[in-house]
Structures are given as structure tokens and as C-alpha cells.
């Protein structure tokens, strides 16, 4: 079909433009146009396969796991392009987030594009609305996930020489932390709002099924991260550490509840 031919040249040029920002670190240059217009065509392209998938459908991508996969790929390229095309600092970190993306990409090609059916739990405005915040949230920490990934490789001789134009790492681990409080905000509304989904769906807010309650769990890893950050002098390192773990629990929330839960709320059909 049309949609899956222009979702995979879209990721061709996702993948193109990760390539020219990894080599751009090793060899020490600064495309930022380029890598930016690869990014932005990728985005065109991608929006225009779930835009056709949409209509086709009926519902938007968040029944199957390749729906979510494609649409989480969406987002968080969405995000990163903002956050590289406003914060200088956040451009190099595209040679630690394109290679998280890339394996995910992977993922979705080894995941069927059946056409999926909408449960009649879904038929709710509240669901585009828990599950737009949560885009937002899981785009915050990745790039919060880049700029962390950033001042570790500065620990090594060959990531000192290579991100040595970047800010102090001190000023990196203080926008890494501003991304992580966007996130905060938006996971908290997530919450919020996904309990009044469960309300609404199946006459209950709260029931701790594995996808609320490793939500959470990162919810609980996120506050401990910007308490440890605002209120200790902790290193950056270790900041991006705890970056980092915060970054794991949500993958598993996203993309590994989906495959263990029996609940009604599982996250994908």
C-alpha cells in the first residue's frame, strides 16, 4: 500500500539523517541544516503515511503495536526537531538519539501492519488526550536521554574531543533537568487524564494493572530524579544516570507491559 511505501522512505531518510549527524561527531563537523532538512522531510512524509493510514482506518495510531511503534517514532522526531532547531546544545546529542530510534525502527519492521480494529473502550476523546501527553512526555526524556548521553561519552578520551565545543557539562545537566521537568508535567498529566479514560471505559479510575502501575513506578523515578537533582549537588554523571534509568522504566512502561499484560489496559491491541 501507498502508506507503508512512504513510512519506509521515511525512515530511509530518518535514517539518513542519523548517519550524517554520527559521522558529523566522529569527523568533528556541524551540519546542522542538513541534519535539520533530512529530519523535517523524514517527519513530511511520515506524517503524511499515518495521516493515510488514519483515514483508511477510521482511528488514529494507538490500536497495534505497529501503529504505536510508528506513531511513538513520530513523535519523538517531532520533539527532537524542535528541540534541535532551538537549543544549539541539543544538536550533537542527535548521534546518541538516532541510534535509540534506529533499533526501534528495526522493531517496526519486524512488527505486521494489519489493519486494526478500535475497541469500544477507545471511543473516547480523553484517550487522544492521555495518549498525546504521553508522546510529549516519552520526546521530553529522550531528549533529555541525547543531551545525558552526551556528557558520559565526555568521560571517554574519544567523546572529549568530539563534543568539546558543547557547554560545561554543569549547563547540559541543567537542560537535561529542564527537559526531565517538562516531562514530569506531562506524565503527571498523562496520569490524570488516563484515569479518567479508565473511568469512562470501564467505571474505574485507578485498578493497578501492570501499565498503571509501571507508570507509576517511572512516575516515582522521575520525582526522585528532580528531587535528588534540586535538592543534593550530585554530579552530572550521576544526574545522567538517573536520566537514564528514568528513560528505561518508560521504554518498558511504552513498549514491554504491551507484551505481559492480560488487562483490559494493556497499551496495544
Given at each position: 500500500?501507498?502508506?507503508?511505501?512512504?513510512?519506509?522512505?521515511?525512515?530511509?531518510?530518518?535514517?539518513?539523517a542519523?548517519?550524517?549527524?554520527?559521522?558529523?561527531?566522529?569527523?568533528?563537523?556541524?551540519?546542522?541544516?542538513?541534519?535539520?532538512?533530512?529530519?523535517?522531510?523524514?517527519?513530511?512524509?511520515?506524517?503524511?503515511?499515518?495521516?493515510?493510514?488514519?483515514?483508511?482506518?477510521?482511528?488514529?495510531?494507538?490500536?497495534?503495536?505497529?501503529?504505536?511503534?510508528?506513531?511513538?517514532i513520530?513523535?519523538?522526531?517531532?520533539?527532537?526537531?524542535?528541540?534541535?532547531?532551538?537549543?544549539p546544545?541539543?544538536?550533537?546529542?542527535?548521534?546518541?538519539?538516532?541510534?535509540?530510534?534506529?533499533?526501534?525502527?528495526?522493531?517496526?519492521?519486524?512488527?505486521?501492519?494489519?489493519?486494526s480494529?478500535?475497541?469500544?473502550?477507545?471511543?473516547?476523546?480523553?484517550?487522544?488526550?492521555?495518549?498525546?501527553?504521553?508522546?510529549?512526555?516519552?520526546?521530553?526524556?529522550?531528549?533529555?536521554?541525547?543531551?545525558?548521553?552526551?556528557?558520559l561519552?565526555?568521560?571517554?578520551?574519544?567523546?572529549?574531543?568530539?563534543?568539546?565545543?558543547?557547554?560545561?557539562?554543569k549547563?547540559?545537566?541543567?537542560?537535561?533537568?529542564?527537559?526531565?521537568?517538562?516531562?514530569?508535567?506531562?506524565?503527571?498529566?498523562?496520569?490524570?487524564?488516563?484515569?479518567?479514560?479508565?473511568?469512562?471505559?470501564?467505571?474505574?479510575?485507578?485498578?493497578?494493572?501492570?501499565?498503571?502501575t509501571?507508570?507509576?513506578?517511572?512516575?516515582?523515578?522521575?520525582?526522585?530524579?528532580?528531587?535528588?537533582?534540586?535538592?543534593?549537588?550530585?554530579?552530572?554523571?550521576?544526574?545522567?544516570?538517573?536520566?537514564?534509568?528514568?528513560?528505561?522504566?518508560?521504554?518498558l512502561?511504552?513498549?514491554?507491559?504491551?507484551?505481559?499484560?492480560?488487562?483490559p489496559?494493556?497499551?496495544?491491541?
Amino acid at each position: 500500500m501507498d502508506e507503508l511505501k512512504i513510512l519506509w522512505t521515511a525512515l530511509l531518510v530518518y535514517v539518513a539523517a542519523g548517519s550524517v549527524s554520527i559521522i558529523a561527531v566522529v569527523l568533528r563537523r556541524r551540519p546542522d541544516r542538513t541534519v535539520l532538512a533530512l529530519i523535517a522531510l523524514g517527519l513530511a512524509l511520515h506524517t503524511l503515511s499515518i495521516g493515510l493510514r488514519w483515514e483508511r482506518l477510521g482511528h488514529g495510531p494507538f490500536v497495534t503495536m505497529f501503529e504505536i511503534l510508528s506513531s511513538n517514532i513520530w513523535s519523538i522526531m517531532l520533539i527532537f526537531s524542535l528541540a534541535y532547531w532551538r537549543l544549539p546544545p541539543v544538536r550533537p546529542s542527535a548521534a546518541v538519539v538516532m541510534p535509540i530510534l534506529f533499533m526501534v525502527m528495526g522493531w517496526l519492521l519486524t512488527t505486521s501492519p494489519f489493519a486494526s480494529h478500535l475497541p469500544p473502550t477507545y471511543h473516547t476523546t480523553w484517550l487522544y488526550i492521555h495518549v498525546g501527553l504521553g508522546k510529549v512526555f516519552f520526546g521530553a526524556v529522550m531528549v533529555a536521554v541525547g543531551i545525558s548521553g552526551v556528557i558520559l561519552a565526555r568521560r571517554s578520551a574519544f567523546g572529549a574531543s568530539r563534543f568539546e565545543r558543547l557547554p560545561a557539562d554543569k549547563h547540559l545537566s541543567e537542560l537535561a533537568f529542564r527537559c526531565m521537568a517538562i516531562g514530569f508535567i506531562f506524565e503527571t498529566l498523562m496520569l490524570i487524564a488516563g484515569a479518567i479514560w479508565a473511568q469512562d471505559a470501564w467505571g474505574r479510575y485507578w485498578a493497578w494493572d501492570p501499565l498503571e502501575t509501571w507508570a507509576f513506578l517511572t512516575w516515582l523515578v522521575l520525582v526522585f530524579s528532580l528531587h535528588a537533582r534540586f535538592t543534593y549537588k550530585l554530579s552530572p554523571q550521576t544526574g545522567a544516570m538517573l536520566v537514564l534509568a528514568v528513560f528505561v522504566l518508560a521504554f518498558l512502561t511504552f513498549f514491554g507491559v504491551p507484551f505481559v499484560s492480560t488487562a483490559p489496559h494493556q497499551g496495544a491491541v
